[in-house]
C-alpha cells in the first residue's frame, strides 16, 4: 500500500476485482495449501488490506511493517503452520501449480527450504517460496541484518547450514518476462492481459498466459522498460 511507484497497488482493480483478491484466491487453488494467511503491516494502513483479504477467506494477522520476518513469524505461529508458502501480494498472475509443484519438491526432498528462482527460470512474478516452520524460526533468530528482515528470505537462500531445493521451469526467453506490479506500466500490462483471459472463478496458469503473450506481443512491451537484469544467483 505504501509503493512510492505505485501507492496502493494491491487494492487496485483489475478484470472486476482487486489485485489482492486476485493474489488470494489463487493461493487458496494452490494443491496441498491448508490455509492462506495475509500478513498484512500494523497500524491504519492495513485496515483496507484486512477487509480486503477476510472477504476472501484469508486469515489475517498483522505484524511488524518493516521487520517482515517477524511479521512472517508471528502469521505462522497464529496458524500453527508446519510448512510455509511465501507468495507476494503483487503477483496477480501467481500459478498454483507451479506453487504445488515447490510445495511437493520441498516435501520429496526433504530440505528445509524450496523455491523456483535459484537461478530464475519462470517470468518474474510466478515466483514462490516453501519453508519448514523449523527453518523460518531459525531464521528469525539468526537473521540480523535490516535486509535480510525486510525481504523474509535471504539468510534462509544464502545460509550453508539450510538445505535447499529449486524447481526447474521453462528458462530461456520466459525468464525475461515481466510479471510484476511495481510501477504503472505493469499494471498496464495486466489490465491488457487479463482483458484477454476469462474471468475469475477461471484461474490462467502459466502456459494459458504465455500463449495469450504469444498471440498478443504487443501486451508485453507495455512494462518492457522495466524488464530486471537477471540475478547472479547459483543454484542450491
Request: glycine share 8%.
Amino acid at each position: 500500500m505504501t509503493s512510492t511507484r505505485l501507492p496502493g497497488k494491491v487494492l487496485l482493480p483489475l478484470a472486476g476485482h482487486t489485485v489482492l483478491e486476485h493474489v488470494l484466491t489463487r493461493c487458496r487453488a494452490i494443491p496441498g495449501v491448508d490455509v492462506v494467511c495475509c500478513a498484512i503491516p500494523e497500524g491504519e494502513g492495513g485496515s483496507g488490506l484486512a477487509d480486503e483479504a477476510r472477504q476472501t477467506g484469508a486469515v489475517v494477522v498483522a505484524g511488524d511493517e518493516q521487520d517482515v520476518l517477524a511479521r512472517y513469524l508471528k502469521a505462522a505461529r497464529a496458524v500453527e503452520a508446519d510448512i510455509i508458502m511465501r507468495v507476494t501480494s503483487d503477483c496477480p498472475a501467481i500459478d498454483p501449480d507451479i506453487c504445488g509443484q515447490v510445495l511437493a519438491a520441498l516435501d520429496a526432498s526433504g530440505a528445509d527450504y524450496a523455491c523456483n528462482n535459484m537461478p530464475r527460470a519462470w517470468p518474474h512474478g510466478l515466483d514462490c517460496e516453501a519453508m519448514t516452520r523449523t527453518a523460518l524460526e531459525r531464521a528469525g533468530k539468526e537473521a540480523r541484518e535490516p535486509h535480510d528482515r525486510e525481504h523474509v528470505t535471504p539468510w534462509l537462500r544464502r545460509s550453508p547450514e539450510i538445505r535447499r531445493v529449486t524447481l526447474d521451469g521453462p528458462g530461456g526467453d520466459a525468464v525475461a518476462g515481466r510479471w510484476t506490479l511495481d510501477h504503472p506500466e505493469d499494471y498496464a500490462f495486466f489490465e491488457a492481459l487479463f482483458d484477454h483471459l476469462q474471468p475469475l472463478p477461471h484461474i490462467a496458469g502459466y502456459l494459458e498466459i504465455a500463449d495469450v503473450l504469444d498471440v498478443h506481443p504487443e501486451i508485453a512491451t507495455l512494462n518492457a522498460d522495466h524488464h530486471d537484469a537477471l540475478p547472479q544467483e547459483t543454484r542450491p
